[in-house]
Structures are given as C-alpha cells and as structure tokens.
C-alpha cells in the first residue's frame, strides 16, 4: 500500500479512534460501539458513536490524571509505555465495574460508563480513589 494513501485512510478512521482500543484489542473487555478496522496490517478500533467516544475519552482523561501516583509518575504528559497504558485503562475498567457493582468481569465498555454516568453523574462525582486503589489490588497483566 501506497505511504501516502495508507495515510489519508489513517486519518479518517482515526478521528474516532477507541481511547480504549489497547483493552479492547487484547480481549480485557467488549464494547458495543466498537468496530475493528484493518488498514495495511495494522488493527484499529473507531468507534461507532459521537456521544460513546465523548464519554470514553473523558473517563480515560480522567483516568491519567488520577493513575499518575499508582503508575509511579509525577504527571502523565505524553503517550505511556504499553504496560503502564494496559494498567491505566484495564485496571481503570475494573475498578469502575467494581465500585458500580460489586463484580470485576467487564462486558461492555459503553454499557459500563453509561450506568456511571447515571449513577455519579458529573466525572467529578466518580470515586477515582476507590477505582484506582482496586485497580492497583486486582489488575494483573497477561
């Protein structure tokens, strides 16, 4: 494939890019919105919904900004090493599935931050503390 066209194809696909797609891609959870999308021999996942990915990519900005002292970091400016990015947003998943209800099994990713939604309102109601400490005692790479 053609550097230039392989470009252009990039960029339409990846203004909706899943801010989860590393979770999705190693089967850490599912998300409804999601749709896998090959592109030369690379794997991308976009999401299908306007609102969905406004909604991810608030709780993953969320997210790195309460993860920086459980991920040993002073301030999360940048990309993050794929461990640490694993860590951030599967251990993130889990520990929001777990102070919403009790369980740590994730179906889907949309389902999950809607009912979230309802039930803390605002990012500012969610209880980053109680996720990121369960994150940190139950997330175990693979």
Do not use: W
Not at 42 to 69: G, I, K, P, Y
Not at 123 to 137: E, K, M
Request: net charge neutral.
């Amino acid at each position: 494939m053609d550097e230039l066209v392989f470009r252009q194809m990039l960029d339409e696909v990846s203004a909706r890019s899943c801010p989860f797609a590393k979770t999705i891609l190693t089967r850490g959870a599912g998300c409804s919105m999601a749709v896998k999308r090959n592109i030369a021999e690379r794997e991308l996942v976009v999401c299908n919904n306007q609102n969905s990915h406004e909604r991810c990519v608030a709780f993953r900005d969320l997210l790195r900004n309460n993860f920086t002292f459980a991920l040993g970091q002073l301030h999360i400016d940048g990309p993050l090493p794929h461990a640490k990015e694993m860590r951030m947003q599967c251990g993130g998943l889990i520990g929001l599935q777990f102070v919403l209800d009790g369980t740590d099994e994730i179906a889907d990713i949309d389902e999950l931050l809607m009912l979230a939604q309802q039930k803390f309102g605002a990012l500012a109601g969610y209880p980053c503390s109680q996720i990121v400490q369960f994150a940190n005692a139950h997330y175990k790479p693979r």
